[in-house]
């Protein structure tokens, strides 16, 4: 079978085979083992402390239990129990939100649902054109107003909209100013508790969307957002583009949030289901090249 996810890893890959080469081995020096992680941009501190437990040569399968035990977590499968069932994606600004809400709605629609977005950015205009865009090019219906105007109105408006009309699933867009992480704050509660006033169940799903090219420091973001509302869980982007594949260990590590899924790439279609088996095989394949 062809595997999305682990191709995705290739740039991560041909970085840690530079360090520790691209032969087939049974076992690999700690040293060189703990330079290749950091290269894949595995937080330092975990790092040290996934080495602690090891041997001085390590094996695949020894390394793959401790890799297994960080991504020990809540299962990421999303069931669409409710109706409407309402998304909140949240993240920075360029994290990728707009596209991924536009590969969301491509799922969902293919899966047999109907899906209405909510442009409740609004403090971008460029954000709701761009959403607007993808709406016509899915043939999906979106709610959204001019810049500037009340997010939380959005919000309220997609919600009601999707109750009225019958539509299984609302995506709802957000800001992602955190330089003004006050207002930010505001925003997102406030969109928050009006999306309850709207659908008491809603949202049933705040999904923080990373960039992978940022690697580890997307964490530091991911915490405040985390603070503000409390993610239910991850969607990273990008990870087609970057050699720091290994960020998701640190991500998951430090959050303890769930990866639901993965985008690897600009299109529609490229939005994967993050299967950790998949992911930790690929990193892997990568360090012992078989
Ligand atoms: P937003 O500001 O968070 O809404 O971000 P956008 O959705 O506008 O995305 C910012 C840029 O990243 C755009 O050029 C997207 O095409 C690109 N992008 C988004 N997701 C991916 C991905 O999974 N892989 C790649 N290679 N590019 C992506």
């Known amino acids: 079978m062809f595997k999305i996810l682990k191709k995705s890893l290739n740039k991560t890959k041909e970085a840690i085979k530079q360090i520790v080469g691209a032969e087939k081995k049974e076992k690999i020096p700690k040293d060189l083992l703990e330079e290749a992680l950091i290269e894949a941009d595995i937080d330092y501190d975990l790092v040290e402390k996934l080495l602690n437990k090891l041997p001085n040569e390590v094996s695949r399968e020894r390394l793959k239990k401790e890799l297994d035990k960080i991504f020990n977590l809540p299962e990421n499968k999303i069931e ?89 699933i609302a995506l709802i867009d957000t800001a992602g100013r955190l330089h003004n992480k006050k207002n930010l704050q505001n925003e997102l509660k406030k969109i928050v508790n009006i999306s309850k006033k709207a659908y008491p169940n809603a949202p049933q799903k705040k999904l923080l969307v990373i960039d992978a090219t940022q690697g580890s420091s997307a ?72």
């Open 80 to 168: 669409i129990n409710d109706k409407p069932y309402v998304f909140l994606i949240i993240g920075v600004n360029g994290a990728g939100k707009t596209t991924t809400i536009a590969k969301l709605a491509y799922k969902f629609k293919n899966d047999g649902y109907s899906v209405i977005l909510g442009a409740a950015d609004t403090f971008r205009a460029a954000a709701i054109e761009q959403l607007s865009r993808w709406a016509e090019i899915l043939d999906v219906p979106i709610i959204k107003t001019r810049q500037g105007h009340d997010p939380a109105a959005i919000t309220y408006d997609t919600i009601s909209s999707a109750k009225a009309k019958g539509f299984d």
């Open 219 to 290: 964490i530091n973001q991911a915490k405040i957002f985390n603070e503000v509302v409390g993610i239910d869980g991850i969607i990273v982007t990008k990870l087609d583009g970057t050699a720091k594949g290994g960020s998701l260990f640190s991500i998951v590590n430090e959050l303890k949030i769930p990866i639901y899924f993965v985008g690897v790439g600009e299109k529609k279609e490229d939005l994967v289901k993050f299967d950790k088996n998949e992911f930790i095989e690929g990193m892997l394949e990568g360090l012992y090249s078989e």
